[in-house]
């Protein structure tokens, strides 16, 4: 069965550097979407992505985030400048058509830890 | 604000015992509700999905019921067992593009 995948598992890294999340949504799908749960609280949402474009951004999605499907495959989330906050697991989902009507699958997510 | 609240404390339950667990919202009137089921360190992982003009929705051992007056989903694993162990989150769909807007979940465990 198709599924989405992630990588890294665990990134660690410092505060101020940048960090680039990457996703494979499954194949046919049209809707990408990034999540984020900081630990022991909710998932939240922090962009959605459709026709090669963002659609939909939260507050949390401010100039320091920045995400990109490069080839086709990959959806890539960046973080230019990392915070201690940004410390979080952080989820792709993709999704065929318009979440509103169907699931969105996940991918296991990045556990990103900034020193 | 829009706000969606799930019974924050844990759920424990024997097994066979029905587990009902409660999504309560404000501020919003979703046309869709969906329910995933969430295992520690993993991502969340779709179960059902309900209609506004549905009352209820079946799949095998779960149940989902959807009330747009009192802005409630109520949802329910029959014939419970210790593999149901999990955090179940309930998701409002915003709108078109489909962002969804998670409940803090609630922590369900069965034992045998």
């Known amino acids: 069965e198709p599924e989405v995948t992630q990588t890294p598992s665990h990134q660690v890294t410092q505060m101020g550097q940048e960090v680039i999340l990457r996703c494979v949504p499954i194949?046919?799908?049209?809707?990408f979407y990034w999540y984020r749960q900081i630990l022991g609280q909710k998932v939240e949402f922090l962009v959605s992505f459709y026709n090669n474009e963002i659609s939909e951004k939260s507050e949390i999605f401010d100039d320091q985030f920045s995400v990109e499907r490069p080839d086709g495959s990959n959806f890539t989330l960046k973080i230019r400048s990392t915070k201690l906050e940004d410390s979080a697991m952080y989820f792709c989902?993709?999704?065929?058509?318009?979440?509103?009507?169907?699931?969105?699958?996940f991918g296991p997510g990045t556990r990103l830890t900034v020193l | 604000s829009q706000k969606i609240e799930q019974n924050s404390e844990a759920l424990n339950i024997q097994e066979g015992k029905t587990a009902t667990l409660t999504c309560n919202y404000t501020?919003?009137?979703?046309?869709?509700l969906q329910w995933y089921r969430q295992d520690p360190g993993r991502g969340p992982v779709f179960l059902l999905l309900?209609?506004?003009?549905?009352k209820e929705k079946r799949k095998e051992r779960l149940k989902v019921t959807f009330d747009t007056t009192l802005k409630q989903s109520l949802f329910h694993i029959t014939a419970s067992q210790p593999a149901d162990s999990a955090t179940y989150l309930c998701?409002?769909?915003?709108?078109?593009?489909?962002?969804?807007?998670f409940g803090q979940g609630t922590e369900l465990s069965v034992k045998p």
């Open positions: 989902a993709s999704s065929p058509t318009s979440g509103r009507y169907n699931e969105q699958f």
């Open positions: 501020n919003y009137s979703p046309a869709y």
């Open positions: 194949s046919n799908h049209l809707y």
């Open positions: 998701a409002l769909v915003h709108n078109q593009g489909g962002k969804l807007i």
């Open positions: 309900i209609r506004e003009n549905e």
